[in-house]
């Protein structure tokens, strides 16, 4: 062991039998489930004295040692994004454009643009409120998604609009264009989420995850593809990306989660046809109702308006 690392040695309870090594690590030493990963496939972990592969399972009694490296620092950097907008911003909150390839904020691993660093980068001071590298942050989007996303610039809109996230007093307006025609064509996806077994920064549908709630409504049905409108009850990672794949109608471009690859070269896609389209809330400060949208990005009008042409 060198002196950045900590040393962790673990006996598997009985309560924990049978389940993968990367889970039982991440259960008992309180990381999370990819930080568990990396350790297993960086040969920092031993279970009974030997290196095991993240799927391998854990039985009662066995001893789980592990050396975690000093946590890696991760900071924002101040620097302006092209095609980011800020749509409003007042003392309390500040809603932005997000275009796609842009991260929410930073992480270990991810050396590209955020949303926070680009409202430094403006001048734009938000929230202390957070750990250091999400201060502000109340929603996510995904790298991959584009549309608006708000973050607090006042503590007390930090606190009150989390609770209002948790509360589910957010309306949060999607549209996405899957493959195919859902049935029925205007429905609600009641499917818990959790981690995928097998693939890091993947989930899917499976009964001990996170109960999650998707309501959809078809606005476009065309030969190929059908155009949505989605509201969420619940905010789970990839939330709509995987309802839509365990319903066969994944979003077109979306490869990650089963889309057809020959139909996102056909319409142009890099990416999932997936926008946040609308946003409403009860203002922070003053207790208003307010509503921002945010029209379709180049890339996304193109394809849908090669899939209108499609006969």
Known sequence: MTQDREQKVVSVPEGLAGERVDVALSRLLGLSRTRAGELVSDGLVRLD?????????VEPGMLLEAEIPAP?????????VEGMRIVFQDDDIVVVDKPVGVAA?????????????????????????????RQGIV?????????????????????????AFRDRAVDKTYHTLVQGHPDPHTGTIDAP????????????????????ITHYDTLEAHRYASLLTV????GRTHQIRVHMSAL??????????GADPTLAARVGLERQWL?????????PGTGEWVEFASDYPADLQAALDVVREIH
């Open 49 to 57: 004295g030997h290196p095991p592969q993240k799927s391998e399972r």
């Open 193 to 212: 989420i959790a981690r995928h077994p097998k693939h890091d920064f993947k989930f899917t549908v499976r009964a001990d995850g996170r109960h999650s």
């Open 275 to 283: 926008h946040a389209t609308r946003l409403g809330f009860e203002h």
């Open 248 to 257: 066969h109608h994944p979003c077109v471009g979306d490869l990650q989660y």
């Open 105 to 133: 904020h930073p992480s270990v691993g991810w050396q590209g643009p955020t949303v926070v660093g680009h409202l430094a980068g403006a001048g734009v001071r938000i929230s202390t409120s957070g750990a250091p590298e």
């Open 72 to 80: 890696r620092v991760v900071t924002v950097v101040a620097e302006q």
């Open 231 to 234: 509201k969420l009850e619940t």
């Open 139 to 163: 929603q996510r989007l995904d790298v991959g998604t584009s549309g608006l996303m708000m973050l607090a610039k006042s503590e007390r809109a930090y606190s009150v609009l989390k609770q």
